[in-house]
């Protein structure tokens, strides 16, 4: 089992930025993909960006190009650097772990809140 503590969130405005990071303990040598979903209010949970241990990436469309993730695995840290923020980005951001193997994410973190005022 991986434990993930994610942080890095807050109350921003319209075109800030903020980094988010999300640090993997436990059985970490299982870790493969990790990605980044977030959750507005009275939406489902959506895949955002997520990057393999080879750091082959992936994006959705609608943070393509402002959100850059990147992963430290001496320090089993994924980063979500989040640029041009717009209100619409406002959410919970979780980080997830899909172990080698698996098609699905199975590890979670608690989640951080990113608020963006207009």
């Known amino acids: 089992q991986v434990q993930l503590v994610e942080s890095g969130g807050g109350l921003v405005q319209a075109g800030d930025s903020l980094r988010l990071s999300c640090a993997a303990s436990g059985r970490t040598e299982i870790n493969f993909r990790m990605g980044w979903f977030r959750q507005a209010p009275g939406k489902e949970r959506e895949l955002i960006a997520s990057i393999d241990n080879l750091g082959f990436k992936y994006y959705a469309d609608v943070v393509k190009g402002r959100f850059t993730i990147s992963r430290d695995n001496a320090k089993n840290t994924v980063y979500l650097q989040l640029n041009s923020l717009k209100p619409e980005d406002t959410a919970v951001y979780y980080c997830?772990?899909?172990?080698?193997?698996?098609?699905?994410?199975?590890?979670w973190g608690q989640g951080t809140q990113v608020t963006v005022s207009s």
């Open positions: 997830a772990v899909r172990p080698a193997g698996q098609t699905k994410y199975n590890s």
